[in-house]
């Protein structure tokens, strides 16, 4: 009997320790919820601010942004209006699955006729001193994007009889960072460009 009520003890103490456990982590969630939102939208902001020419609103409000899902993942676009012109411009944040590391992630700016303005690494795991040169606080490489048109430009390897040089000994990463900006510039195309389909984040994906 002495064993039964031992194990009973230990049963009902873990179950009470368990209970605090759980309620304090949720106490925690909730006091940190509204500042691990601000700090992530901050990112964001900064981030669009980055690859986009001045905007006078809020890309990261809710009907601002657009959800795409494609090829398995989800892509981000915000959109901005310019200061100067008031044109209807946007990041883009999207992804590919092709880097020799793996995924990796960036926020690509596109101008009001599809024009690339600028390109953030988000995340990436490519290989330093070689892959990881996409980065731009590495290497030049992602230079010869800005100032480009996808429609005349072709988002490909020079290998591959595209207008982009690869990276020396990282043409695999090289790439899938074409792979990236071009599925960025489809949705862009399709979601901003072509009046009347924007509709913001009404939670609505399209397949493509």
């Known amino acids: 009997m002495a064993r039964e009520s031992s194990f009973k003890n230990m049963t009902l103490t873990l179950f009470v320790i368990t209970f605090v456990s759980s309620a304090v982590l949720a106490g925690v969630y909730e006091l940190t919820k509204d500042a691990i939102d601000a700090v992530r ?4 902001n900064q981030g669009i601010a ?3 020419p001045p905007f006078n609103n809020n890309p990261s409000d809710t009907d601002n942004v657009h959800k795409e899902f494609v090829d398995g993942d989800t892509v981000y676009v915000y959109k ?9 411009v946007a990041a883009v944040q999207t992804f590919t699955n092709n880097g020799y590391g793996g995924k990796f992630v960036l926020l690509v700016g596109f101008l009001a006729d599809g024009t690339i303005n600028n390109i ?5 795991s490519e290989t330093p001193g070689l ?3 996409i980065d731009p606080a590495k290497h030049g490489f992602s230079l ?3 100032g480009k048109n996808p429609e005349t430009y072709k988002l490909a390897v020079s290998k591959e009889d595209g207008d982009v040089d690869a990276i020396t000994a990282s043409t695999i990463s090289s790439k899938a960072f074409c792979d990236a900006v071009a599925r960025a510039y489809a949705v862009y195309r399709e979601k901003v460009m072509k009046k009347g389909k924007w509709d913001g984040n009404t939670g609505a994906t399209s397949q493509q």
Request: cysteine-free; aromatic content about 4%; overall charge positive.
């Open 41 to 44: 939208i901050r990112k964001i």
């Open 50 to 52: 980055e690859v986009l």
């Open 80 to 88: 901005a209006i310019t200061k100067e012109r008031k044109d209807t």
């Open 120 to 124: 953030k690494v988000i995340s990436h």
């Open 131 to 133: 892959g990881d040169k």
């Open 144 to 146: 010869q994007f800005h």
